[in-house]
């Protein structure tokens, strides 16, 4: 198994790999591919962040095809200070979408997870994507467990624990921890800018969904929510 890039580990800890079915809400845990996929690029030093913008600073295409999809999709630097590069959390909300799909189709072309088509109602056709003959998934949780136990020692684990903690998956992959171990989590969202971006998106739909029900609409929910 090659190395996977932050947003692919925080997809395979989202998926149950027996099912398919995600562990949290699906526009949270979008959001939070997208977050991590930023994250990823800074950490290869292709991208920077100031005042909440996210800025190409080195345009080479990373190794990582996935990595390199996503850096070519954000817009080149202007040389300008002001205004240049992308809003984190409008990115962040508004690519998601796209970013799954990218990290979905990467992970089925590396023998990680299997396509399954299905039907709602007998009609209408949607896709599940468990585990693979190979099985990626349990590695990955385990991986998550043994940064857990450590304290979550070097910034990728941080990282990643604070994604899993910006879109309500935390409380799935570590179900029975302390009121002292959910307040560290969610400093370790405030102190990275990207899972904060992430948290913030989940804020805004969560704000936005309490407004729909107070004034009498409906809304799916789906799932758990940032931390």
């Avoid at 027996?18 to 997208?34: E, F, K, P």
């Avoid at 979408?97 to 979905?104: A, D, I, N």
């Avoid at 969904?209 to 004034?215: L, R």
Wanted: glycine share 12%; with cysteine; aromatic share 6%.
């Amino acid at each position: 198994m090659s190395e996977l890039t932050l947003p692919e580990e925080l997809l395979l800890l989202a998926l149950d790999p027996a099912t398919g079915r995600r562990h949290c809400n699906r526009s949270y845990l979008q959001y939070g591919l997208a977050g991590a996929a930023l994250a990823e690029l800074e950490i290869q030093g292709r991208v920077a962040e100031a005042r909440g913008r996210v800025t190409v600073v080195n345009p080479l295409p990373p190794q990582n095809p996935l990595s390199a999809q996503i850096l070519a999709s954000l817009p080149a630097p202007r040389g300008s200070r002001f205004g240049d590069g992308v809003h984190a959390r409008r990115w962040v909300r508004s690519t998601g979408r796209q970013v799954e799909e990218l990290c979905l189709h990467h992970l089925v072309g590396r023998g990680a997870l299997r396509v399954e088509t299905r039907r709602f109602l007998g009609l209408f056709p949607y896709h599940r994507y468990p585990a693979a003959s190979e099985d990626w998934s349990s590695p990955a949780r385990g991986r998550y467990v043994q940064s857990m136990t450590a304290g979550f020692p070097d910034r990728r684990s941080r990282l990643l624990a604070a994604f899993t903690t910006a879109i309500g998956l935390s409380r799935v992959l570590h179900p029975g921890r302390t009121w002292r171990e959910s307040g560290a989590l969610r400093i370790l969202v405030r102190e990275e800018w990207a899972p904060y971006a992430v948290h913030r998106a989940v804020k805004q739909d969560k704000r936005s969904s309490s407004i729909s029900v107070g004034d009498g609409g409906g809304s799916d929910g789906g799932g758990g929510g940032g931390d």
